[in-house]
Nanobody
Framework: QVQLVESGGGLVQPGGSLRLSCTAS??????????IGWYRQAPGKQREFVAS???????TYGDSVKGRFTVSRDNPINLVYLQMNNLKSEDTAVYYC????????WGQGTQVTVSS
């Protein structure tokens, strides 16, 4: 079983940047061949799709983050990154990475707070 751990969250001012990391451990043999997604959930709201990257590098972004967020992966070290620029208060949420879709593996999440 693969485990996913998110890191890199924190408090940042509007307009600032953060880079989140999603690290896979355990049974990682399929990590390089999997689509990894980033999702977020703000208090009182449903979980929202942020971005995904396939094994071949095809990338999809949610409409609310296009042009500001960039997803990338480094398969040899089982890492997926989410670079977040020009952060807005509405980006405040717990961010999760996922392998295998809604019924797949989820990390525990990392809190991102955008506030002055």
């Amino acid at each position: 079983q693969v485990q996913l751990v998110e890191s890199g969250g924190g408090l940042v001012q509007p307009g600032g940047s953060l880079r989140l990391s999603c690290t896979a451990s355990g049974s990682t043999s399929r990590f390089a061949f999997s689509t990894i997604g980033w999702y977020r959930q703000a208090p009182g709201k449903q979980r929202e799709f942020v971005a995904s990257i396939t094994d071949s590098g095809r990338i999809t972004y949610g409409d609310s983050v296009k042009g500001r967020f960039t997803v990338s992966r480094d398969n040899p070290i089982n890492l997926v990154y989410l670079q977040m620029n020009n952060l807005k208060s509405e980006d405040t949420a717990v961010y999760y990475c996922n392998q295998g879709g809604p019924n797949g593996v989820w990390g525990q999440g990392t809190q991102v707070t955008v506030s002055s």
